[in-house]
Protein backbone atom coordinates (compact mmCIF):
# COMPACT_ATOMS: atom_id res chain seq x y z
CA UNK A 1 0.00 0.00 0.00
CA UNK A 2 1.49 3.42 -0.68
CA UNK A 3 2.34 5.80 2.21
CA UNK A 4 -0.09 8.15 3.29
CA UNK A 5 0.16 11.70 2.04
CA UNK A 6 1.03 13.81 5.03
CA UNK A 7 1.12 17.41 3.48
CA UNK A 8 -1.32 19.15 1.72
CA UNK A 9 1.76 20.78 -0.65
CA UNK A 10 2.37 16.84 -1.59
CA UNK A 11 -1.32 16.36 -1.97
CA UNK A 12 -1.58 19.57 -4.43
CA UNK A 13 1.74 18.10 -6.47
CA UNK A 14 -0.61 15.27 -6.64
CA UNK A 15 -3.35 17.52 -8.38
CA UNK A 16 -1.38 19.39 -10.54
CA UNK A 17 -0.44 15.98 -12.91
CA UNK A 18 1.77 14.39 -10.10
CA UNK A 19 4.49 16.91 -10.19
CA UNK A 20 7.53 15.75 -8.59
CA UNK A 21 9.54 17.82 -5.57
CA UNK A 22 12.00 18.68 -8.66
CA UNK A 23 9.87 19.70 -11.24
CA UNK A 24 7.61 22.19 -8.01
CA UNK A 25 11.35 23.88 -7.59
CA UNK A 26 12.10 24.56 -11.18
CA UNK A 27 8.57 26.19 -11.76
CA UNK A 28 9.51 28.40 -8.45
CA UNK A 29 12.64 29.38 -10.06
CA UNK A 30 10.95 29.94 -13.62
CA UNK A 31 8.53 31.97 -11.72
CA UNK A 32 11.32 33.86 -9.84
CA UNK A 33 13.44 34.48 -13.13
CA UNK A 34 10.63 35.92 -15.14
CA UNK A 35 10.57 38.78 -12.23
CA UNK A 36 14.23 39.20 -12.44
CA UNK A 37 14.67 37.32 -9.26
CA UNK A 38 16.40 33.42 -7.86
CA UNK A 39 13.69 31.03 -5.86
CA UNK A 40 16.41 29.30 -3.92
CA UNK A 41 14.60 26.54 -3.91
CA UNK A 42 14.80 22.63 -4.53
CA UNK A 43 14.07 19.48 -4.11
CA UNK A 44 15.99 19.15 -0.28
CA UNK A 45 13.73 22.73 0.42
CA UNK A 46 10.19 21.14 -1.25
CA UNK A 47 11.00 18.01 0.98
CA UNK A 48 10.92 20.19 4.43
CA UNK A 49 8.08 21.98 3.76
CA UNK A 50 6.34 18.71 2.95
CA UNK A 51 7.27 16.72 6.25
CA UNK A 52 6.54 20.02 8.58
CA UNK A 53 10.16 20.56 9.39
CA UNK A 54 10.25 23.87 7.86
CA UNK A 55 7.84 26.57 6.06
CA UNK A 56 8.29 28.61 3.36
CA UNK A 57 8.58 32.36 3.80
CA UNK A 58 6.25 34.72 2.15
CA UNK A 59 8.30 35.29 -1.18
CA UNK A 60 8.29 31.46 -1.56
CA UNK A 61 4.94 30.93 -1.11
CA UNK A 62 4.24 33.65 -3.65
CA UNK A 63 6.42 31.15 -5.89
CA UNK A 64 4.56 28.37 -5.20
CA UNK A 65 0.85 30.07 -6.09
CA UNK A 66 2.28 30.60 -9.29
CA UNK A 67 3.71 27.63 -10.07
CA UNK A 68 0.70 25.96 -8.84
CA UNK A 69 -1.70 28.24 -10.63
CA UNK A 70 -3.18 29.77 -7.51
CA UNK A 71 -4.18 33.43 -7.05
CA UNK A 72 -1.20 35.32 -5.13
CA UNK A 73 -4.48 37.08 -3.07
CA UNK A 74 -5.14 33.48 -1.47
CA UNK A 75 -2.26 33.38 0.19
CA UNK A 76 -2.56 36.60 2.15
CA UNK A 77 -6.04 35.99 3.17
CA UNK A 78 -5.70 32.22 4.25
CA UNK A 79 -2.34 31.54 5.24
CA UNK A 80 0.03 28.38 5.18
CA UNK A 81 -0.60 25.68 4.46
CA UNK A 82 -4.77 26.64 3.23
CA UNK A 83 -4.31 28.46 0.56
CA UNK A 84 -3.04 25.47 -1.47
CA UNK A 85 -5.24 23.51 -3.64
CA UNK A 86 -6.91 20.22 -2.79
CA UNK A 87 -7.43 21.89 1.15
CA UNK A 88 -11.03 21.25 1.77
CA UNK A 89 -13.83 23.15 2.70
CA UNK A 90 -17.19 21.36 5.43
CA UNK A 91 -19.75 20.74 3.67
CA UNK A 92 -22.41 23.12 4.83
CA UNK A 93 -25.33 22.50 7.10
CA UNK A 94 -29.10 21.93 6.32
CA UNK A 95 -31.03 18.91 5.54
CA UNK A 96 -29.82 19.28 1.74
CA UNK A 97 -26.41 18.54 2.76
CA UNK A 98 -27.10 16.13 5.50
CA UNK A 99 -26.45 12.64 3.77
CA UNK A 100 -24.06 14.13 1.49
CA UNK A 101 -21.25 15.18 4.37
CA UNK A 102 -22.31 11.57 5.76
CA UNK A 103 -21.35 9.74 2.36
CA UNK A 104 -18.58 12.16 2.13
CA UNK A 105 -17.23 11.19 5.31
CA UNK A 106 -17.48 7.54 4.52
CA UNK A 107 -15.28 7.80 1.15
CA UNK A 108 -12.53 8.33 3.51
CA UNK A 109 -11.80 4.99 3.75
CA UNK A 110 -9.62 4.84 1.10
CA UNK A 111 -8.31 8.39 1.02
CA UNK A 112 -4.12 8.92 1.65
CA UNK A 113 -4.43 12.39 3.14
CA UNK A 114 -3.59 12.88 6.31
CA UNK A 115 -3.54 16.10 6.77
CA UNK A 116 -5.91 18.64 9.16
CA UNK A 117 -8.69 19.25 6.80
CA UNK A 118 -9.90 22.59 7.68
CA UNK A 119 -7.85 25.87 8.63
CA UNK A 120 -9.27 28.41 10.62
CA UNK A 121 -11.15 30.53 8.18
CA UNK A 122 -13.04 27.33 7.75
CA UNK A 123 -13.83 26.67 10.74
CA UNK A 124 -15.08 29.56 11.85
CA UNK A 125 -17.34 30.10 9.35
CA UNK A 126 -18.82 26.31 9.89
CA UNK A 127 -19.22 27.49 13.69
CA UNK A 128 -20.87 30.67 12.77
CA UNK A 129 -23.46 28.99 10.09
CA UNK A 130 -23.86 26.54 13.17
CA UNK A 131 -24.71 29.17 15.87
CA UNK A 132 -27.05 31.43 13.37
CA UNK A 133 -28.55 28.86 10.98
CA UNK A 134 -31.99 27.38 12.19
CA UNK A 135 -32.07 23.67 11.30
CA UNK A 136 -34.99 22.49 8.93
CA UNK A 137 -37.92 20.74 9.60
CA UNK A 138 -36.78 16.81 9.49
CA UNK A 139 -38.22 15.38 5.92
CA UNK A 140 -41.38 13.43 5.94
CA UNK A 141 -41.71 12.18 2.51
CA UNK A 142 -43.70 8.55 3.23
CA UNK A 143 -43.48 7.72 -0.48
CA UNK A 144 -41.97 4.51 0.29
CA UNK A 145 -42.08 2.11 3.52
CA UNK A 146 -41.65 3.43 6.67
CA UNK A 147 -38.03 3.18 8.87
CA UNK A 148 -39.31 0.40 11.07
CA UNK A 149 -38.28 1.97 14.91
CA UNK A 150 -37.67 -1.36 16.29
CA UNK A 151 -34.79 -1.80 13.48
CA UNK A 152 -34.10 1.77 15.51
CA UNK A 153 -33.93 0.54 18.91
CA UNK A 154 -31.50 -2.21 18.18
CA UNK A 155 -29.34 0.51 16.56
CA UNK A 156 -29.20 2.69 19.47
CA UNK A 157 -28.78 -0.22 21.33
CA UNK A 158 -26.04 -1.82 20.11
CA UNK A 159 -24.10 1.51 19.28
CA UNK A 160 -24.39 2.07 23.17
CA UNK A 161 -23.04 -0.96 23.89
CA UNK A 162 -19.95 -0.19 21.21
CA UNK A 163 -19.33 2.82 22.69
CA UNK A 164 -19.46 1.60 25.98
CA UNK A 165 -16.51 -0.98 25.54
CA UNK A 166 -13.40 -0.64 27.57
CA UNK A 167 -10.89 1.51 25.68
CA UNK A 168 -8.89 -1.54 24.78
CA UNK A 169 -11.36 -3.35 23.08
CA UNK A 170 -13.02 -0.30 21.21
CA UNK A 171 -10.23 -0.31 18.68
CA UNK A 172 -11.09 -3.46 17.47
CA UNK A 173 -14.97 -2.07 16.69
CA UNK A 174 -14.13 0.34 14.34
CA UNK A 175 -15.84 -1.96 11.10
CA UNK A 176 -19.13 -2.22 12.79
CA UNK A 177 -19.14 1.18 13.92
CA UNK A 178 -19.07 2.35 10.04
CA UNK A 179 -21.12 -0.85 9.14
CA UNK A 180 -23.78 0.80 11.19
CA UNK A 181 -23.27 4.37 10.13
CA UNK A 182 -23.88 2.88 6.31
CA UNK A 183 -26.60 1.49 7.66
CA UNK A 184 -28.41 4.43 9.36
CA UNK A 185 -26.76 6.64 6.71
CA UNK A 186 -29.16 4.83 3.78
CA UNK A 187 -32.45 5.07 6.35
CA UNK A 188 -31.45 8.69 6.55
CA UNK A 189 -31.33 9.02 2.89
CA UNK A 190 -35.00 8.21 1.27
CA UNK A 191 -36.62 10.40 3.84
CA UNK A 192 -39.28 7.62 4.47
CA UNK A 193 -39.88 8.17 8.25
CA UNK A 194 -42.27 10.16 11.06
CA UNK A 195 -40.09 13.61 12.31
CA UNK A 196 -39.65 11.83 15.45
CA UNK A 197 -37.72 8.79 13.63
CA UNK A 198 -35.91 10.90 11.53
CA UNK A 199 -34.75 12.87 14.37
CA UNK A 200 -33.83 9.53 16.41
CA UNK A 201 -31.98 8.73 13.21
CA UNK A 202 -30.15 11.92 13.12
CA UNK A 203 -28.84 11.75 16.53
CA UNK A 204 -27.78 8.26 15.97
CA UNK A 205 -25.92 9.14 12.91
CA UNK A 206 -24.10 12.29 14.47
CA UNK A 207 -23.21 9.74 17.76
CA UNK A 208 -21.75 7.17 14.92
CA UNK A 209 -20.06 10.15 13.15
CA UNK A 210 -18.23 11.25 16.38
CA UNK A 211 -17.20 8.25 17.29
CA UNK A 212 -16.13 7.01 13.77
CA UNK A 213 -14.05 10.57 13.59
CA UNK A 214 -11.98 10.04 17.00
CA UNK A 215 -11.19 6.04 15.50
CA UNK A 216 -9.43 7.98 12.66
CA UNK A 217 -8.07 10.85 15.25
CA UNK A 218 -6.78 8.16 17.23
CA UNK A 219 -4.94 6.56 14.05
CA UNK A 220 -3.65 9.83 12.92
CA UNK A 221 -5.92 10.08 9.64
CA UNK A 222 -6.84 13.45 10.51
CA UNK A 223 -8.31 13.88 7.12
CA UNK A 224 -10.89 11.49 7.80
CA UNK A 225 -11.78 12.23 10.98
CA UNK A 226 -12.29 16.13 9.85
CA UNK A 227 -14.54 14.67 7.16
CA UNK A 228 -17.03 12.25 10.50
CA UNK A 229 -16.99 15.38 12.31
CA UNK A 230 -18.04 17.36 9.54
CA UNK A 231 -20.74 15.01 8.76
CA UNK A 232 -21.40 14.59 12.86
CA UNK A 233 -21.72 18.09 13.18
CA UNK A 234 -24.68 18.40 10.23
CA UNK A 235 -26.76 15.67 11.45
CA UNK A 236 -26.86 17.55 14.85
CA UNK A 237 -27.90 20.07 13.68
CA UNK A 238 -30.71 18.89 11.55
CA UNK A 239 -31.59 16.75 15.23
CA UNK A 240 -32.03 20.18 16.58
CA UNK A 241 -29.36 19.27 19.38
CA UNK A 242 -26.85 21.97 20.18
CA UNK A 243 -25.12 20.45 23.32
CA UNK A 244 -24.90 17.44 20.66
CA UNK A 245 -22.94 20.44 18.36
CA UNK A 246 -20.89 21.80 20.67
CA UNK A 247 -19.82 18.90 21.07
CA UNK A 248 -18.50 18.08 17.99
CA UNK A 249 -17.12 21.85 17.75
CA UNK A 250 -15.37 20.59 20.88
CA UNK A 251 -13.50 17.63 18.84
CA UNK A 252 -12.64 20.09 15.86
CA UNK A 253 -10.91 22.66 18.32
CA UNK A 254 -8.96 19.44 20.08
CA UNK A 255 -7.77 18.57 16.72
CA UNK A 256 -6.46 22.02 15.83
CA UNK A 257 -4.56 22.30 19.38
CA UNK A 258 -3.08 18.43 18.96
CA UNK A 259 -2.15 19.34 15.48
CA UNK A 260 -0.25 22.91 16.49
CA UNK A 261 -2.66 25.40 15.30
CA UNK A 262 -4.34 26.51 18.54
CA UNK A 263 -5.67 29.62 16.94
CA UNK A 264 -8.02 27.66 14.78
CA UNK A 265 -9.73 26.66 18.17
CA UNK A 266 -10.87 29.83 19.67
CA UNK A 267 -13.70 30.47 17.71
CA UNK A 268 -15.32 26.96 17.33
CA UNK A 269 -15.13 26.94 21.10
CA UNK A 270 -16.26 30.64 21.57
CA UNK A 271 -19.49 29.70 19.81
CA UNK A 272 -19.62 26.21 21.14
CA UNK A 273 -19.86 28.08 24.80
CA UNK A 274 -22.39 30.74 23.58
CA UNK A 275 -24.86 27.61 22.91
CA UNK A 276 -24.64 25.25 25.54
CA UNK A 277 -25.55 25.39 29.32
CA UNK A 278 -24.97 22.28 30.79
CA UNK A 279 -22.12 23.29 33.77
CA UNK A 280 -19.70 20.27 32.63
CA UNK A 281 -20.31 20.97 29.06
CA UNK A 282 -19.08 24.51 29.52
CA UNK A 283 -16.36 23.06 31.54
CA UNK A 284 -14.53 21.01 29.25
CA UNK A 285 -15.17 23.92 26.78
CA UNK A 286 -13.31 26.11 28.50
CA UNK A 287 -10.42 23.95 29.46
CA UNK A 288 -9.88 23.62 25.72
CA UNK A 289 -9.68 27.57 24.93
CA UNK A 290 -7.82 27.23 28.31
CA UNK A 291 -5.14 24.97 26.16
CA UNK A 292 -5.92 26.93 23.32
CA UNK A 293 -4.58 30.26 24.83
CA UNK A 294 -1.63 28.78 26.46
CA UNK A 295 -0.48 27.36 22.89
CA UNK A 296 -0.92 30.92 21.84
CA UNK A 297 0.85 32.28 24.89
CA UNK A 298 -2.09 34.84 26.46
CA UNK A 299 -1.59 33.95 29.63
CA UNK A 300 -4.03 36.22 31.11
CA UNK A 301 -6.72 34.45 28.59
CA UNK A 302 -5.91 30.95 29.30
CA UNK A 303 -6.06 31.77 33.48
CA UNK A 304 -9.92 33.16 32.97
CA UNK A 305 -10.91 30.21 31.57
CA UNK A 306 -8.94 27.94 33.82
CA UNK A 307 -11.15 30.06 36.47
CA UNK A 308 -13.98 29.22 34.64
CA UNK A 309 -13.97 25.86 33.99
CA UNK A 310 -13.49 25.07 37.34
CA UNK A 311 -16.30 26.93 38.85
CA UNK A 312 -18.59 25.40 35.70
CA UNK A 313 -17.49 21.78 36.92
CA UNK A 314 -18.16 22.23 40.60
CA UNK A 315 -22.10 23.43 39.86
CA UNK A 316 -24.34 21.17 40.72
CA UNK A 317 -26.89 20.31 37.56
CA UNK A 318 -30.32 19.08 37.50
CA UNK A 319 -29.89 16.95 34.20
CA UNK A 320 -26.85 14.94 33.51
CA UNK A 321 -24.20 15.95 31.26
CA UNK A 322 -24.20 15.19 27.83
CA UNK A 323 -22.37 12.01 26.85
CA UNK A 324 -20.10 13.61 25.09
CA UNK A 325 -18.28 15.35 27.83
CA UNK A 326 -19.77 13.03 30.64
CA UNK A 327 -16.31 11.56 31.57
CA UNK A 328 -15.19 15.07 32.69
CA UNK A 329 -13.10 15.21 35.70
CA UNK A 330 -11.37 16.84 37.99
CA UNK A 331 -8.38 14.79 37.19
CA UNK A 332 -8.85 16.42 33.38
CA UNK A 333 -8.95 19.67 34.80
CA UNK A 334 -5.86 19.18 36.69
CA UNK A 335 -3.74 17.43 33.84
CA UNK A 336 -5.06 19.89 31.47
CA UNK A 337 -4.62 22.87 33.59
CA UNK A 338 -0.59 21.19 33.82
CA UNK A 339 -0.43 21.09 30.28
CA UNK A 340 -1.31 24.46 30.23
CA UNK A 341 1.32 26.04 33.18
CA UNK A 342 3.93 24.00 31.04
CA UNK A 343 2.98 26.00 27.87
CA UNK A 344 3.47 29.21 29.60
CA UNK A 345 7.01 27.82 31.35
CA UNK A 346 5.83 27.32 34.57
CA UNK A 347 7.16 24.27 35.33
CA UNK A 348 7.11 24.30 39.03
CA UNK A 349 3.19 24.66 39.02
CA UNK A 350 2.64 21.95 36.08
CA UNK A 351 4.43 19.55 37.44
CA UNK A 352 2.51 19.54 40.84
CA UNK A 353 -1.35 19.65 39.13
CA UNK A 354 -0.64 16.89 36.53
CA UNK A 355 0.53 14.47 39.32
CA UNK A 356 -2.45 15.87 41.00
CA UNK A 357 -4.71 14.48 38.35
CA UNK A 358 -2.58 11.34 37.50
CA UNK A 359 -3.46 10.43 41.36
CA UNK A 360 -7.34 10.85 40.48
CA UNK A 361 -7.48 9.66 37.13
CA UNK A 362 -9.42 6.31 36.95
CA UNK A 363 -7.33 3.13 35.96
CA UNK A 364 -10.39 2.42 33.14
CA UNK A 365 -9.12 5.78 31.24
CA UNK A 366 -6.02 3.55 29.19
CA UNK A 367 -5.60 5.75 26.59
CA UNK A 368 -6.17 9.24 28.39
CA UNK A 369 -3.85 7.57 31.05
CA UNK A 370 -1.60 7.14 28.19
CA UNK A 371 -2.16 10.95 26.74
CA UNK A 372 -1.25 12.05 30.52
CA UNK A 373 1.45 10.27 31.40
CA UNK A 374 3.77 12.13 28.16
CA UNK A 375 2.35 15.09 29.81
CA UNK A 376 4.02 14.06 33.31
CA UNK A 377 7.03 12.83 31.26
CA UNK A 378 7.66 16.40 29.89
CA UNK A 379 7.53 18.17 32.87
CA UNK A 380 9.85 15.56 34.67
CA UNK A 381 12.82 16.32 31.89
CA UNK A 382 12.14 19.91 32.28
CA UNK A 383 12.59 19.36 36.17
CA UNK A 384 15.33 16.80 34.94
CA UNK A 385 14.81 13.87 36.57
CA UNK A 386 15.35 12.04 34.03
CA UNK A 387 14.76 8.39 35.60
CA UNK A 388 11.16 9.64 36.38
CA UNK A 389 10.18 10.94 32.88
CA UNK A 390 11.58 7.51 31.49
CA UNK A 391 9.16 5.50 33.74
CA UNK A 392 6.53 7.66 32.49
CA UNK A 393 6.94 7.48 29.17
CA UNK A 394 7.67 3.76 28.93
CA UNK A 395 4.63 2.84 30.55
CA UNK A 396 2.54 5.63 28.03
CA UNK A 397 4.12 3.78 25.17
CA UNK A 398 3.00 0.46 26.35
CA UNK A 399 -0.72 1.79 27.14
CA UNK A 400 -1.08 3.21 23.53
CA UNK A 401 0.45 0.59 21.55
CA UNK A 402 -1.94 -1.98 23.63
CA UNK A 403 -5.08 0.31 22.69
CA UNK A 404 -4.03 1.04 19.56
CA UNK A 405 -3.73 4.54 19.69
CA UNK A 406 -1.17 5.57 17.12
CA UNK A 407 -1.44 9.37 17.60
CA UNK A 408 -0.32 8.81 21.29
CA UNK A 409 2.43 6.77 20.25
CA UNK A 410 3.73 10.29 18.37
CA UNK A 411 3.37 11.90 21.24
CA UNK A 412 6.14 9.80 22.92
CA UNK A 413 7.84 9.92 19.77
CA UNK A 414 7.96 13.74 20.12
CA UNK A 415 9.63 13.09 23.67
CA UNK A 416 12.34 11.20 22.17
CA UNK A 417 14.94 13.89 21.12
CA UNK A 418 15.03 15.46 24.65
CA UNK A 419 16.22 12.22 26.18
CA UNK A 420 19.26 12.06 23.97
CA UNK A 421 21.49 14.17 25.91
CA UNK A 422 21.08 11.73 28.78
CA UNK A 423 22.16 8.09 26.53
CA UNK A 424 23.97 7.60 29.83
CA UNK A 425 20.99 7.24 32.34
CA UNK A 426 20.01 3.52 32.60
CA UNK A 427 17.59 2.35 30.58
CA UNK A 428 17.34 5.48 27.99
CA UNK A 429 19.46 3.48 24.96
CA UNK A 430 17.23 0.95 25.10
CA UNK A 431 14.13 3.32 25.03
CA UNK A 432 15.71 5.55 21.84
CA UNK A 433 16.10 1.83 20.44
CA UNK A 434 12.40 1.40 20.88
CA UNK A 435 11.69 4.26 19.10
CA UNK A 436 13.51 4.20 16.35
CA UNK A 437 11.73 -0.10 15.50
CA UNK A 438 8.41 1.51 17.12
Not at 310 to 339: F, H, I, K, Q, Y
Amino acid sequence: MDDPIRHPLAYARQLRGGLSQSGLAARMDQAARRQGLRSGADKQAVSKWENWIKEPNRDSQFLIAEALKVPIGHVELLGWPYWLPGYDSPSPLGSAHTVRALREAQRTAMDRRNFMTFGAVALAGLSAQWATVEPDRLSTALDGKRVDPELVDWLERTTARLTSLPTEQRQHTAKLMDAHLATVTDLIAPGNYSEATGRRLHLLAASLAGTCGWHRFDQGRHYAAGKHWNAALTSAHAARDRDLGAGVLSDFAYQSIWLSDPAAAVEPLSQALIHTGHPTARSLLHLRRARAHAALGASSDCHRDLAAAETALLTDAVDPAPRWCSWMSTADLAVDSGRCMLDLGRTDEAHARIGEGMRQLPRSRDKTRGIFLTYEARSLLRAREVEQALAATNESLDLATRVGADRCVGLVRELAPAFQRYREVDGVPEFLERMREA
